[in-house]
């Protein structure tokens, strides 16, 4: 899959870690058991609370306990390691989507409300991760970059559910326009269950809902016509 390139943060894509890094001098106070990922776990916790802009070398390194100076053992700057932030999100976002994909069973409505389930858990039970894709979204309003990655992102995940839908409805353009709309309505889930005094009634509600008029009705629909068409075949019962 092509990965997007342009200017801005996610230009930049020199993984951490990588010889590019192991090349640089390690600094007189590395930790040696601080990673890369301690760095990017810190700064995606930044970004949950205050946003990109919140993502400053030396105020992640005071929350790690550590001074700043270890942090170039690990990336070049502060661009990349946005760079790496926004890539190690995607990276985890394809994969999650492909096991999606994959995971298939014989019951296909069962197959989609499980889908449903796995996609209004996105966010988090913390809903950490659903503030860290709402700060992408609106940095990826002024990086072209970071906005054919969220493009892609969303494209692979509307196929995900269109592919599910395919196998109840049987009818591959519904099954598109179906997506859409269930994608929409687990958006608009995401953004009600993220207002204070949501709970888990809301949350219950909100899947049902989605849940009935998004994947059973369709289902029970598109199933009634075979059911007929069925019966008709078996002919005069004698």
């Known amino acids: 899959m092509?990965?997007?390139?342009g200017r801005g943060p996610a230009a930049k894509r020199a993984p951490a870690g990588s010889a590019k890094a192991a090349a640089r001098p390690r600094p007189d106070d590395a930790t040696p058991s601080m990673g890369p990922d301690d760095w990017l776990d810190a700064a995606h916790a930044a970004v949950v609370a205050g946003g990109f802009d919140a993502v400053r070398v030396l105020s992640l390194a005071r929350s790690?306990?550590?001074?700043r100076g270890s942090f170039y053992w690990?990336?070049?700057?502060h661009a990349e390691l946005v760079a790496a932030l926004i890539e190690r999100w995607?990276?985890?976002?394809?994969?999650a989507d492909r096991a999606l994909q994959a995971a298939a069973g014989e019951d296909p409505v069962a197959d989609l409300l499980t889908l449903l389930d796995a996609a209004l858990a996105r966010g988090g039970e913390d809903l950490?991760?659903?503030r860290f894709e709402l700060a992408l979204r609106t940095l990826g309003r002024t990086d072209p970059a970071v906005a054919r990655m969220l493009a892609e992102v969303d494209a692979v995940r509307l196929g995900v559910f269109a592919a599910k839908l395919r196998r109840v409805l049987g009818d591959t353009r519904e099954a598109s326009d179906?997506?859409?709309l269930?994608?929409?309505?687990?958006?608009g889930a995401h953004q009600?269950?993220?207002r204070p005094g949501s709970d888990a009634g809301i949350a219950a509600y909100l899947r049902e809902l989605i849940a009935e008029h998004l994947i059973r009705r369709p289902a029970a629909a598109a199933a009634a016509p075979r059911r007929g068409a069925a019966r008709r075949g078996r002919g005069p019962v004698s």
């Open 90 to 95: 995607f990276r985890r976002e394809l994969e």
């Open 182 to 187: 269930l994608y929409v309505a687990v958006a």
């Open 128 to 130: 950490a991760d659903l």
């Open 74 to 77: 690990h990336f070049a700057d």
């Open 2 to 5: 092509n990965k997007p390139s």
């Open 192 to 194: 009600a269950l993220a």
């Open 178 to 180: 179906l997506a859409a």
């Open 64 to 67: 790690l306990g550590i001074t």
